[in-house]
């Protein structure tokens, strides 16, 4: 009995033990089935498009970026195709041993190292990096035969960008370049679809018109949505759309007449702003020294960078949009002008020169080569007179000047289509008190106002400011907004949308007012400073010539330009416009530590209206001697200005064959800006530049020079 009753309690508990089992199971297949349901149906959606994303993926397609062309076709910013080595450094166990084995099946010298770190420091490190850029075919062909040594470095076919002339235009083309961490996270706050569009660049535009209208010029990004395997290779194309490449820019620049004034500064350092006064269209932006900007496209080495950013010439600094001078004697113009719009002189008042004016205590002079005598305000301003000029910002005071010039654009942003222009000084009380900050020196004095009238002391523009206020002088105070860019072109649809230069409220200028000062200025180039430069022109044009103090004098110093060093020599100045009676072009230029107005700027500008009106380039003799200093009117025999090639650039070729062409080769030719008639006339934080004097003392020892 026993035996049996421990049978029965064996049995009970098994039974027992076997429902707890089956109990356990049934509570696991409970919970399986629930997370089945949870999965297939609560996150069925979630999981599906999980599923789909591990099958499908979508490749940013990059457009190919908008051209850059000239106001005649010329093709100044283009497009290539070439092969690139790059390593994606996440992927390396060892990034120096690799390439170290990469430099034994192609070519990588010590600037691609150096770049290549360089792109490691601004860049993360699961990001692809080329290492060598533009590989020959024989590179591409060997590497493809040893690829399986090298995990994590790849062949990429890739778009460059080009600059066909090189340095000519570079300061208003700019350049693009690899987007950096900085300008990533700037992106962040785009709008979503701005950021969308941007998916796969690697390039943005990063200084001129190339940053300036880079929207315009990147295009729409397009994509392929590709079904790919278990291992990650593309099985098939589920779904493709093209990009849209950029737009075109069509400049209001002649690229010609840019390449000639580049040439004839040659190494001189300075710039030249022409305008259309009529509409604001800019003709020629001229910034020298120069730059390559096809440096920048692949990511300039550190020897180039360090070799352009410590050159003591400054070639990276735009100097026509942000290199700011006092203007000096160019100023006395508009300083009659702002005259005779406030009432306060007539153009009949005789001031007597005796070459000193007297103010304060202190003697304000005048140049060595002066005349002294009755003067009226056309003699003032065909023999540049100091003194006249002295004692009419003493009449005005520096409010009414500031008040009076203002308008003509000159101490504020002229809102041209490029970033970083600066606003230069055009002094006044309120300006002094937000310039400084300790109270003495906030305060303005009388004796301040005197150098201002010749264009020193505070005065301080771009040649663009300069350019468009006599711009808007010329066509008797009709105003506009300067324009590098006329018309964008959709290059798909290949419909132009015309930029049209805005037009601002004119300044009320009286016509015999005006004619004053142009009459005034067409006699400085025929009886004045610039007679020579402008003896036998077929055209009448109105100029000034300046020679503006590039550093203070001491009270009793003389200038001496042969003692004196270089970069501390006078500024050569000249504003000009022409036809006269009807201008169809002004412009600005000056010539850093060149000396006399009309011995350097007044020649430049002689040989552009010589272009612009006539069609004509200067021969090869006097372009040797003008870019020396040496010449006054053209020598030898001018030449057809559409039939000089641009530098580098030996084919002329037509814009509409252009697409079928390399990007190494040019658009039309260039065509003058105007047809002559039967009388000649015609039917784009600033670096610091050489001081200008900080107080009127300055200009006491020797005058402003004409």
Same mark, same amino acid.
């Given at each position: 009995?026993?035996?049996?009753?421990?049978?029965?309690?064996?049995?009970?508990?098994?039974?027992?033990?076997?429902?707890?089992?089956?109990?356990?199971?049934?509570?696991?297949?409970?919970?399986?089935?629930? !997370?089945?349901?949870?999965?297939?149906?609560?996150?069925?959606?979630?999981?599906?498009?999980?599923?789909?994303?591990?099958?499908?993926?979508?490749?940013?397609?990059?457009?190919?970026?908008?051209?850059?062309?000239?106001?005649?076709?010329?093709?100044?910013?283009?497009?290539?195709?070439?092969?690139?080595?790059?390593?994606?450094?996440?992927?390396?166990?060892?990034?120096? =041993?690799?390439?170290?084995?990469?430099?034994?099946?192609?070519?990588?010298?010590?600037?691609?190292?150096?770049?290549?770190?360089?792109?490691?420091?601004?860049?993360?490190?699961?990001?692809?990096?080329?290492?060598?850029?533009?590989?020959? /075919?024989?590179?591409?062909?060997?590497?493809?035969?040893?690829?399986?040594?090298?995990?994590?470095?790849?062949? &990429?076919?890739?778009?460059?960008?080009?600059?066909?002339?090189?340095?000519?235009?570079?300061?208003?083309?700019?350049?693009?370049?690899?987007?950096? #961490?900085?300008?990533?996270? +700037?992106?962040?706050?785009? =709008?979503? *679809?701005?950021?969308?569009?941007?998916?796969?660049?690697?390039?943005?535009?990063?200084?001129?018109? *190339?940053?300036?209208?880079?929207?315009?010029?990147?295009?729409?990004?397009?994509? $392929?949505?590709?079904?790919?395997? +278990?291992?990650?290779?593309?099985?098939?194309?589920?779904?493709? #759309?093209?990009?849209?490449?950029?737009?075109?820019?069509?400049?209001?620049?002649?690229?010609?007449?840019?390449?000639?004034?580049?040439?004839?500064? &040659?190494?001189?350092?300075?710039?030249?702003?022409?305008?259309?006064?009529?509409?604001?269209?800019?003709?020629?932006?001229?910034?020298?020294?120069?730059?390559?900007?096809?440096?920048?496209?692949?990511?300039?080495?550190?020897?180039?960078?360090?070799?352009?950013?410590?050159?003591?010439?400054?070639?990276?600094?735009?100097?026509?949009?942000?290199?700011?001078?006092?203007?000096?004697?160019?100023?006395?113009?508009?300083?009659?002008? =702002?005259?005779?719009?406030?009432?306060?002189?007539?153009?009949?008042?005789?001031?007597?020169?005796? %070459?000193?004016?007297?103010?304060?205590? @202190?003697?304000?002079?005048?140049? $060595?080569?002066?005349?002294?005598?009755? &003067?009226?305000? !056309?003699?003032?301003?065909?023999?540049?007179?100091?003194?006249?000029?002295?004692?009419?910002?003493? $009449?005005?005071?520096? /409010?009414?000047?500031?008040?009076?010039? *203002?308008?003509?654009?000159?101490?504020?942003?002229?809102?041209?289509?490029?970033?970083?222009?600066?606003?230069?000084?055009?002094?006044?009380?309120?300006?002094?008190?937000?310039?400084?900050?300790?109270?003495?020196?906030?305060?303005?004095?009388?004796?301040?106002?005197?150098?201002?009238?010749?264009?020193?002391?505070?005065?301080?523009?771009?040649? %663009? #400011?300069?350019?468009?206020?006599?711009?808007?002088?010329?066509?008797?105070?009709?105003?506009?907004?300067? !324009?590098?860019? !006329?018309?964008?072109?959709?290059?798909?649809?290949?419909?132009?949308?015309?930029?049209?230069?805005?037009?601002?409220?004119?300044?009320?200028?009286?016509?015999?007012?005006?004619?004053?000062?142009?009459?005034?200025?067409?006699?400085?180039?025929?009886?004045?400073?610039?007679?020579?430069?402008?003896?036998?022109?077929?055209?009448?044009?109105?100029?000034?010539?300046?020679?503006?103090?590039?550093?203070?004098?001491?009270?009793?110093? &003389?200038?001496?330009?042969?003692?004196?060093?270089?970069?501390?020599?006078?500024?050569?100045?000249?504003?000009?416009?022409?036809?006269?009676?009807?201008?169809?072009?002004?412009?600005?230029?000056?010539?850093?530590?060149?000396?006399?107005?009309?011995?350097?700027?007044?020649?430049?500008?002689?040989?552009?209206?010589?272009?612009?009106?006539?069609?004509?380039?200067?021969?090869?003799? /006097?372009?040797?001697?003008?870019?020396?200093?040496?010449?006054?009117?053209?020598?030898?025999?001018?030449?057809?200005?559409?039939?000089?090639?641009?530098?580098? #650039?030996?084919?002329?070729?037509?814009?509409?064959?252009?697409?079928?062409?390399?990007?190494?080769?040019?658009? +039309?030719?260039?065509?003058?800006?105007?047809?002559?008639?039967?009388?000649?006339?015609?039917?784009?934080?600033?670096?610091?530049?050489?001081?200008?004097?900080?107080?009127? =003392?300055?200009?006491?020892?020797?005058?402003? @020079?004409?």
């Amino acid at each position: 009995m026993t035996q049996l009753h421990n049978i029965h309690q064996e049995q009970a508990r098994f039974r027992v033990r076997v429902l707890a089992a089956a109990g356990f199971v049934l509570f696991c297949f409970g919970l399986l089935a629930a !997370r089945l349901v949870y999965l297939q149906v609560m996150q069925h959606e979630t999981l599906l498009e999980r599923a789909e994303s591990n099958r499908v993926t979508v490749v940013p397609i990059v457009p190919n970026r908008g051209l850059i062309v000239d106001r005649n076709g010329v093709v100044l910013a283009s497009n290539y195709s070439a092969y690139t080595l790059e390593i994606t450094p996440s992927k390396v166990v060892d990034l120096d =041993a690799t390439i170290n084995e990469l430099a034994e099946v192609v070519e990588i010298q010590g600037r691609d190292r150096k770049r290549f770190k360089r792109l490691m420091e601004e860049s993360k490190n699961f990001e692809s990096l080329p290492i060598r850029t533009k590989l020959t /075919d024989a590179e591409v062909a060997r590497f493809a035969a040893q690829r399986f040594r090298f995990p994590g470095v790849d062949i &990429k076919a890739r778009l460059f960008r080009s600059y066909p002339l090189g340095e000519v235009g570079s300061h208003l083309i700019g350049y693009i370049g690899r987007i950096n #961490q900085a300008e990533k996270k +700037a992106m962040e706050e785009w =709008a979503d *679809e701005d950021v969308a569009n941007y998916r796969g660049t690697e390039y943005i535009g990063k200084l001129g018109l *190339e940053q300036y209208y880079e929207r315009e010029l990147h295009g729409q990004t397009g994509f $392929e949505q590709m079904e790919t395997s +278990a291992a990650g290779r593309a099985v098939r194309r589920l779904r493709h #759309q093209p990009p849209t490449p950029g737009n075109t820019l069509k400049l209001s620049i002649d690229i010609r007449l840019q390449a000639l004034v580049e040439e004839l500064f &040659k190494d001189r350092r300075g710039a030249l702003v022409a305008i259309d006064p009529r509409n604001g269209e800019v003709l020629a932006f001229v910034s020298k020294p120069t730059f390559d900007p096809n440096l920048f496209v692949d990511g300039i080495d550190a020897d180039s960078w360090t070799a352009l950013n410590e050159d003591i010439d400054k070639p990276l600094l735009n100097r026509a949009l942000r290199g700011t001078y006092p203007p000096g004697s160019t100023f006395k113009p508009l300083m009659a002008m =702002a005259a005779l719009n406030s009432g306060k002189r007539a153009a009949s008042t005789v001031i007597m020169d005796n %070459l000193t004016y007297s103010f304060g205590g @202190r003697t304000f002079g005048s140049p $060595e080569t002066d005349r002294p005598g009755p &003067k009226d305000m !056309r003699l003032a301003i065909v023999s540049s007179s100091n003194v006249y000029f002295y004692s009419l910002a003493n $009449e005005m005071g520096v /409010d009414l000047i500031h008040d009076q010039l *203002e308008p003509f654009g000159l101490g504020r942003k002229t809102g041209i289509d490029l970033a970083g222009e600066v606003t230069g000084d055009l002094p006044s009380q309120e300006w002094k008190r937000k310039k400084f900050r300790k109270a003495e020196q906030q305060k303005w004095y009388a004796g301040e106002t005197i150098s201002l009238g010749i264009g020193q002391g505070y005065n301080n523009f771009t040649m %663009l #400011q300069m350019a468009t206020a006599y711009a808007t002088l010329s066509t008797g105070g009709q105003r506009f907004k300067p !324009r590098l860019v !006329r018309e964008i072109e959709d290059v798909v649809q290949h419909q132009g949308r015309l930029i049209a230069s805005e037009a601002l409220d004119p300044i009320p200028l009286k016509p015999e007012q005006v004619d004053v000062i142009r009459n005034a200025m067409n006699g400085v180039t025929l009886e004045g400073t610039s007679r020579q430069v402008f003896m036998g022109a077929p055209y009448q044009s109105g100029g000034k010539t300046g020679t503006a103090q590039a550093v203070g004098l001491k009270a009793g110093e &003389k200038y001496s330009s042969i003692k004196t060093d270089e970069h501390k020599r006078d500024h050569s100045l000249y504003v000009a416009f022409a036809p006269v009676d009807k201008p169809t072009i002004a412009l600005a230029v000056i010539v850093e530590n060149a000396g006399w107005g009309s011995g350097a700027a007044a020649p430049i500008a002689r040989r552009v209206f010589d272009y612009a009106l006539l069609g004509q380039y200067p021969s090869e003799e /006097d372009i040797a001697q003008t870019q020396q200093g040496k010449t006054m009117a053209p020598i030898g025999t001018p030449r057809k200005a559409s039939e000089v090639p641009l530098p580098g #650039q030996p084919v002329l070729v037509p814009l509409a064959a252009s697409a079928a062409l390399p990007a190494s080769v040019p658009a +039309a030719a260039s065509m003058p800006l105007s047809t002559p008639s039967r009388g000649g006339a015609p039917a784009s934080a600033p670096a610091t530049l050489p001081a200008r004097p900080a107080t009127s =003392a300055a200009a006491t020892a020797s005058g402003a @020079r004409p």
